[in-house]
């Protein structure tokens, strides 16, 4: 098996040129390859098509490519928090393309499963399958591009008739992602609500780039464990557990002085 590991993040992401796609995991504040996207950030990478559930906030996640006009397109959920996102989007500089939560997810986990399309029922009667949603304004108010109609078909699961709308699989040139734990040969484990877009993303890039907190031996993660096997990632970046974490918020209960000393004395 090879070693998967790398010296730096900005080694492993040296290789990503500008008009790049990417997959990125993160779930709001939660769960963010900041060290990969800091990297790729400073090595000045532009022009990028990026699909990620959201675009972080003004100075945080990939708010920072945002904010430097890095990013041409993003493939998202929910795009609220981000008032300079707004600012973009609507003045034309941002293309859009949004799409509904699980039906996201489930374009990512096909794409990384060698699925090209697939039926759902989400967006039917809604210009998600109609078409005609602004994915990118011409700056003074009218849509320059809008989403273009979906085949719509209709299915008889369990004997009961109902439309369905065929949405395609998503694969992108790179991943980036961050795991809670790795191995070498690239087995990760994510810790609890970074479980969310992260193993989806590793799936749908052509390459995959883990940033992980602890980087262990191979088969010192018992099989059982592992959320996603190595056979989806390509290069790992040990940065430790010490990183910033927004989600993250430490909070302490103040002692009682009362029973401070053990013996009920004050």
């Given at each position: 098996m090879i070693d998967k590991t790398y010296g730096s993040a900005a080694e492993a992401v040296a290789d990503i040129p500008d008009g790049a796609s990417l997959a990125v995991g993160g779930f709001g504040l939660s769960g963010n390859p900041m060290k990969l996207i800091e990297a790729l950030h400073a090595q000045g990478t532009g022009d990028l098509s990026i699909v990620s559930n959201n675009c972080g906030v003004d100075d945080w996640g990939l708010g920072i490519l945002l904010n430097d006009r890095r990013i041409r397109k993003m493939t998202s959920s929910y795009v609220g928090e981000n008032k300079e996102f707004e600012r973009q989007f609507l003045s034309g500089e941002l293309e859009l393309e949004l799409t509904p939560q699980g039906t996201l997810a489930e374009k990512l986990r096909a794409g990384g499963s060698g699925i090209a399309a697939f039926f759902t029922q989400t967006g039917v009667g809604t210009q998600v399958a109609e078409g005609g949603l602004p994915r990118?304004?011409?700056?003074?108010?009218?849509?320059?591009?809008?989403?273009?109609?979906?085949?719509?078909?209709?299915?008889?699961?369990?004997?009961?008739?109902?439309?369905?709308?065929?949405?395609?699989?998503?694969?992108?040139?790179?991943?980036?992602?961050?795991?809670?734990?790795?191995?070498?040969?690239?087995?990760?484990?994510?810790?609890?609500?970074?479980?969310?877009?992260?193993?989806?993303?590793?799936?749908?890039?052509?390459?995959?780039?883990?940033?992980?907190?602890?980087?262990?031996q191979p088969g010192e993660i018992d099989p059982d464990a592992v959320h996603l096997p190595g056979v989806y990632v390509h290069r790992i970046v040990h940065v430790g557990p010490d990183i910033e974490k927004r989600i993250e918020r430490r909070t302490v209960q103040a002692a009682d002085v009362s029973t401070s000393s053990g013996t009920g004395e004050k």
């Open positions: 990118r304004y011409d700056g003074s108010g009218g849509v320059a591009v809008a989403s273009p109609p979906k085949d719509v078909r209709t299915f008889a699961p369990g004997g009961t008739e109902r439309e369905y709308v065929l949405e395609e699989a998503i694969v992108t040139d790179y991943a980036l992602v961050h795991a809670k734990r790795a191995d070498r040969h690239g087995n990760l484990v994510f810790n609890k609500a970074a479980r969310n877009f992260n193993p989806l993303a590793a799936m749908a890039g052509r390459i995959c780039i883990v940033q992980v907190e602890e980087l262990v």
